[in-house]
Structure formats: structure tokens, C-alpha cells
């Protein structure tokens, strides 16, 4: 019983609360991957640049007051774990970083993978990524600058 208590009251400190002022909704994998499929691949890349380039940003300001290498990992963890439209494994040596994205949802997410982070990193983390993808996996790389992006910028 301790431990479903405390596995709730994680998941509303961590997401629920949060989530819920943004407006996140639940939809299923089925539904989720036939509304990724019938969106042309160029719209599919224009919508993923500006929702990565708004959404990420002020959802990790607004989570974490700042921004930087360490909020973003923060709001990919927590993206994964409650989300669940994808999973992510984060390697790190030095100031490179890989992310590594797994999902079931075939090309045309990991499309919108790609151009979604393609602007949520610069933004939030002033980085410039590179970027590799497969069929139901993305793998992003950067290297994390010493000094990251104000809230004013």
C-alpha cells in the first residue's frame, strides 16, 4: 500500500500537476499513430518545428525556472516516463550527449521526433544538434555549451 502511495504522489509531483496547466491530453497508441500517419511528411516536419520550437521551452521554464543541459534532461525524462509516446536513454561523456528515442510508431514519428528536437535543443539548451533516424528510433547528438540560453532569449 506504502508503495502505490508514493508511486501516485510521485507521479503528481512530477507530471500530473504539470501537465494538466498545459493541457496535455491522453489519446491511445492506435489512435496516436493513425493521427502521425495521416499527416503528409511535409506537414509533419512543419508542425514538429513549431511545436519543439514553443512547447519544450516553456514547459521546461515553467517546470524547472530555467534552462539549460540539466532542466531539458528533466523534461525528457519526465516526457518519457508519463508520456510514454516514446522512450529515451541518455548517454553522456563530457559535454557530448546522446539521446537515444525509441517508439512504436514507425516513420512519421520518428520524423517528428527529429524536427521536434531539432528546435527544443537550441532553445533550450543552446546547442546544435545532429541528428540520425530509423524507422521507430531517432538518435540526436550535441555537445552542450558551457553557458545556456536565458529565459529572455
Known amino acids: 500500500?506504502?508503495?502505490?502511495?508514493?508511486?501516485?504522489?510521485?507521479?503528481?509531483?512530477?507530471?500530473?500537476?504539470?501537465?494538466?496547466?498545459?493541457?496535455?491530453?491522453?489519446?491511445?497508441?492506435?489512435?496516436?499513430?493513425?493521427?502521425?500517419?495521416a499527416i503528409p511528411e511535409g506537414q509533419i516536419d512543419e508542425l514538429a518545428e513549431r511545436l519543439g520550437a514553443q512547447n519544450p521551452r516553456e514547459v521546461t521554464l515553467f517546470w524547472f525556472k530555467q534552462l539549460g543541459l540539466e532542466p531539458f534532461l528533466g523534461y525528457l525524462m519526465a516526457s518519457s516516463r508519463y508520456g510514454r509516446s516514446f522512450e529515451v536513454e541518455v548517454?553522456?561523456?563530457g559535454a557530448e550527449v546522446t539521446l537515444l528515442f525509441h517508439h512504436d510508431y514507425g516513420p512519421s514519428y520518428s520524423r517528428f521526433l527529429l524536427h521536434f528536437f531539432s528546435k527544443a535543443i537550441p532553445s533550450i539548451v543552446g546547442a546544435t544538434?545532429?541528428?540520425q533516424v530509423g524507422r521507430n528510433s531517432v538518435v540526436i547528438k550535441f555537445r552542450a555549451p558551457p553557458h545556456p540560453p536565458t529565459a529572455a532569449d
Request: glycine share 4%.
Open 1 to 37: 500500500m506504502n508503495s502505490l502511495v508514493s508511486a501516485v504522489l510521485t507521479r503528481y509531483a512530477e507530471w500530473d500537476r504539470f501537465a494538466e496547466k498545459f493541457g496535455f491530453v491522453t489519446i491511445t497508441k492506435s489512435g496516436h499513430q493513425m493521427m502521425m500517419d
Open 129 to 131: 544538434p545532429r541528428s
Open 91 to 93: 548517454e553522456r561523456a
